[in-house]
């Protein structure tokens, strides 16, 4: 079974610190994703990465940097924290696509709730 | 833009009774389309997946789901829910460059 783990499944930070979210996956998956969470609002993609050392901006990327220096793992960076970055992050990995699809099935790690004080 | 609507943001059915969650997207060629269930202060896990094979997608806990092309459709259905349905249900779909979400549904089962 594919398994993506996130390293902290509880954080609480205060706002200006910087923040790491880890993300580790196990089956040689190219593509990687961070999303978060939040009520009414559904998941929203904040980057994503096809390989090593690429990403991509997804639709909220403002306030978030990423990195991948190794296949298996991306990381997510606050660089100074907000209080409306207090919310639930999803990592999800994939393989590509075939076809015309960039991607197949994503899955899922567990989720990182980050609350900034 | 492509979209992934779900019609229902809430959906409430007795237990043993059957269940329908409703999924739109927008129409592209040889669409991939999925659902996944999500437990509180848990990740997303895959039900189901289209990807060009059989219309009719048979997936985990008795779950199934039609693709309609004509109606430009994927709903998702169980003939008789149990309590431990309970849960938010995300429908989403993959295209050349985008991964595309519903909103999703919450389904409320009663006793």
């Known amino acids: 079974d594919v398994k993506v783990t996130q390293s902290s499944r509880y954080l609480v930070k205060r706002t200006g610190e910087k923040v790491f979210l880890e993300c580790v996956q196990d089956m040689d998956h190219e593509n990687m994703f961070w999303y978060r969470q939040d009520p009414g609002l559904g998941l929203r993609l904040i980057y994503f990465?096809?390989?090593?050392?690429?990403?991509e901006k997804g639709d909220i990327p403002e306030g978030y940097s990423v990195s991948r220096e190794k296949k298996e793992r991306f990381s997510l960076i606050l660089e100074s924290a907000s209080t409306n970055q207090t919310s639930m992050y999803l990592c999800?990995?994939?393989?590509?696509?075939?076809?015309?699809?960039?991607?197949?099935?994503?899955?899922f790690g567990e989720g990182s709730r980050l609350t900034v004080l | 833009a492509q979209s992934v609507t779900q019609l229902d943001s809430h959906v409430s059915v007795s237990e043993g009774t059957p269940v329908l969650l409703r999924c739109n997207y927008s129409s592209s060629y040889s669409p991939s389309l999925f659902w996944y269930v999500q437990h509180p202060n848990k990740g997303l896990q895959l039900l189901l997946k289209?990807?060009?094979?059989?219309?009719l997608v048979k997936g985990i806990n008795g779950f199934e789901a039609e693709f309609k092309k004509s109606e430009t459709s994927f709903h998702l259905t169980k003939p008789s829910a149990h309590m431990s349905d309970a849960a938010e249900y995300f429908c989403?779909?993959?295209?050349?460059?985008?991964?595309?979400f519903g909103p999703g549904t919450s389904l409320s089962v009663i006793p």
């Open positions: 999800a990995s994939s393989l590509t696509g075939t076809g015309t699809s960039l991607t197949g099935e994503l899955f």
């Open positions: 989403m779909k993959t295209s050349y460059d985008k991964v595309i």
């Open positions: 990465s096809y390989d090593v050392k690429m990403k």
């Open positions: 289209y990807t060009s094979a059989a219309t």
